[in-house]
Structures are given as C-alpha cells and as structure tokens.
C-alpha cells in the first residue's frame, strides 16, 4: 500500500457549511475494530470535493479505512490530544472564519445558520479525530531521516525527462526597524486610556467603548472579547496583569510593545482565563518615521563598510516581530518552508528592489506595510543569491531533492506500518464495495458482510 503523508483528515473547516446543513440517510458501510465507518462519512467528503470522479467515493473509503487504523491504535498505545490543545485550535479555526468575514457575526450566522460557538461545538469531536490521527502519523515517522546516499538515489531514480525546471530564485535578507513613537505621543495615548478607564469605572459599558475607541481590530469590533485564553498565550506585561485581576476587576493601564492596554477578567479557569481588553496605540509621527529611516540607513551603511557583519546587525537592531529576526536575518517562503524564492513570488517592493542589485548587494531603506499588523516598517533587503533558470540538478537543488526524499520515505514507511498493523485487526467492508479496486488490499483476511 502507498498510503500518503498527507492524509486527508475529516472535513474543510472553511467549506463546513455543506457538513453542518447535510443530512444523509445512513448505514454502517465499513469497520476498524470496533471503530465503524458510516455511509454519510463517505458522502460528506464526497459532496465536499469541487471535481468529483466514478472512484472517488472509493478512495475516500480507503482513506477513512487508514484514518480509523491509525485511530485504534492511538488508543492502544494512548495517544492523547490535551483540551488545552483542541481548545486552542477550535479558537483559531473560528477566528480564522470570522476575519475573512471582517468579524461580522451576523454574516457568519446566516452563513452557517448557527452562532460561532454553536458551530465551534459542532467541529469538536471532528476536530479531535484529525488531531488524534496526526499525532499517530507523527508517532510513527517521528526520526525518519535520510541520508546523503539515500538522496543520490532517490534523485538517480527520477527520469530525466521527468526532472523539474526551477525558475530564476533568489535568497534574500532583512534587518526591519519599527518607528517607536516620541515621548508626546506616549503620554498622550496613555492620557487618552486613564479618561476610558475612568468613565467605565464611573458605570459606563466597557464593550460600547471597546468598540468605539479600540485599536485592536480583532477584539474592538466584539466589544474588546479576546476569548478564552492559557497561560503562555499573551506578551509577559500583559499575562502577568490578566492573571493578578479578581472576575470583572478593570486594571489599571498597562504598557507592552502594541500600546496602552487596560483588561477585565471575565472569567478563570484554573490556566484559562476570559479576558476583554481596550487597547490605544500611541500616533507615529512623520519625525519618528524619518528618525527610522536615518539610524537604517547608518546601520546600512556600517555593513557596507565591513564595520559589523549582516547577522550581527540583524541581531541587534532587528525588530523582533519580524520572522526573519530568528533565522540570522534571512526570510523564509511560507510555500516552501525554506529561504527560496522564485522571483515571482517576491513582494513586488522587494522584487523591485532587487531587481538590479547584484549578490551581497543591499538595498537604500524602504518603507512597508506589516501584511499582520497594518504597520508602516521600515527595512533594507540583502541578496544573498541568485540562480538562473535551471533543471533540477544535486548541486543547486540538494535541500529540495533532499525534502522530495524524506517525504517518500516517510510515506513508505507509514505504508510498512499500516500494511503491519492491519493483519492484526478485523476489518469489514460491505460488499457494495467490491468493484473498488483500490480496496482489495484491505480483504485480504478480512470477513465481509454479506
């Protein structure tokens, strides 16, 4: 059997709406155990897809047989996903739906035709089956490697008709500073908060301010909720306040590196707490944007000079909300995972940037806009290399060759183990599936119903 690293775990979290509305008239098509596998699986899936084939209900039997293998034996072997886990990711998944929705709950419910936590407790037992089923997966291709032989190999296989053709891809880095603002603007945000803090504590309603004044975008249109939260989930000024504050006490204002911030606790439990909060961000004046721009530019021109090397600048000047700061600079592709990219997936300010520079060359100071926060950085770009137009070959391609040759490896020996593993389980399949023939590996001992 080849069974894929990447199986296709229970249901789209963004497409739940067919799942929710579906219902299905229901039978039990399949067993793992004592682990059944119900017609209405196959048909949600099924209906999920966007091109449907004649062997699709097939492959998707198949891929919940493998599912409900790996998920008898995490119970065996006691494979367990904690709540804080599952809680955590509930919390992202619908945070997830509610911002390509501009956080509009009424959207949402006419959507879906239920309220948010409705829906997150409907993806509960669903979610912790596609946990579960990762953490078996991660269990068992935990520390599988491979080696530099290995990978010579794996690519001496590869046709060479069939070898890829990699576009031009450069590696790049960057040192980004924020604009900190001055010491009026300071105290005028924090001025600004005391007055909020003060009206709500004289009875006015925290959420009708938190959605007035606000500058969190997230929680200030939901009356400043921030949901449930652990220890660990929040900035250290922050976290250490929440968890001093008594139920509905207001604190005093604090200070972290988003702005001024005072918080209620709604509610705790044990490491959870239910918080609110108001934030005001103090005003980055066009002085402190240009006093930015002039201590990047002498820092630029340090390295230039050979005065401080890259990383070294990266290190101490860097902002730290930026990804590159932990990876000596260099940014990583969110496609591929590594420090590659193909020039036409650049930001088109830093393809701009590049495009006449050559290798270790680094760019003037540029302003842009934080993706995440909205905020106007400002950053200088070094072009660490540049390949040409290429077919895939061991001397420039050796980490993608090398990533192409753990995954398959990884999948053969998940396949190993599933092969393993099934001859010591009772699997039953209804006979209206016999003309699969993707199935016939899992009959081998098996009894079928009749």
Not at 154 to 183: M, R
């Amino acid at each position: 059997m080849k069974y894929f690293i990447g199986i296709i775990l229970a249901f789209s979290f963004l497409n739940a709406k067919a799942q929710i509305d579906t219902v299905i008239l229901d039978g039990v098509i399949a067993s793992v155990g004592d682990n059944i596998i119900l017609l209405s699986e196959v048909e949600e899936r099924y209906r999920a897809k966007d091109i449907r084939n004649d062997d699709d209900r097939c492959k998707i039997l198949d891929e919940l047989l493998t599912e409900n293998v790996l998920l008898v034996q995490a119970e065996l072997d006691s494979i367990l996903v904690a709540d804080e886990e599952l809680e955590a990711q509930l919390d992202a998944r619908i945070e997830q739906i509610l911002r390509m929705m501009n956080y509009d709950r009424n959207q949402f419910i006419s959507y879906y035709g239920k309220t948010p936590e409705a829906v997150k407790e409907s993806f509960r037992d669903d979610l912790k089956r596609q946990l579960t089923v990762q953490k078996m997966q991660q269990e068992i291709i935990q520390g599988v490697s491979v080696t530099p032989t290995e990978v010579k190999d794996f690519f001496a296989q590869i046709p060479k008709s069939n070898l890829p053709f990699f576009n031009s891809e450069v590696e790049v880095g960057e040192i980004v500073i924020e604009p900190k603002p001055n010491n009026k603007e300071l105290a005028n945000a924090k001025k600004q908060l005391e007055s909020i803090r003060s009206r709500i504590i004289n009875g006015e309603d925290f959420a009708t301010l938190a959605k007035q004044y606000s500058e969190d975008p997230g929680s200030g249109r939901n009356g400043g909720d921030l949901g449930w939260g652990k220890r660990g989930s929040y900035v250290t000024e922050f976290e250490a306040t929440a968890y001093q504050l008594e139920p509905n006490e207001i604190s005093e204002v604090i200070k972290t590196e988003f702005g001024f911030h005072i918080l209620q606790l709604l509610e705790r439990r044990g490491n959870l707490v239910h918080l609110r909060h108001i934030l005001i961000k103090p005003r980055i004046t066009r002085q402190d944007k240009e006093l930015a721009y002039r201590q990047l530019d002498t820092i630029r021109s340090l390295i230039v000079t050979d005065s401080v090397q890259f990383a070294y600048a990266v290190n101490k000047y860097s902002s730290d909300k930026v990804q590159s700061k932990t990876n000596a600079g260099l940014m990583l592709n969110n496609k591929s995972g590594n420090s590659t990219f193909e020039v036409a997936d650049l930001d088109p300010s830093i393809y701009f940037a590049i495009d006449t520079m050559d290798t270790d060359d680094i760019s003037a100071p540029m302003f842009y806009t934080d993706p995440q926060s909205g905020e106007e950085l400002v950053r200088i770009i070094w072009l660490r290399s540049r390949t040409e137009p290429h077919q895939a070959n061991l001397q420039q391609d050796y980490a993608k060759i090398q990533a192409a040759a753990i995954e398959q490896k990884k999948a053969t020996h998940l396949s190993d183990w599933i092969d393993e593993h099934v001859e010591k389980m009772y699997i039953n399949i209804d006979v209206r599936y016999d003309d699969c023939e993707n199935l016939k590996k899992w009959n081998k001992d098996s009894k079928r119903n009749p």
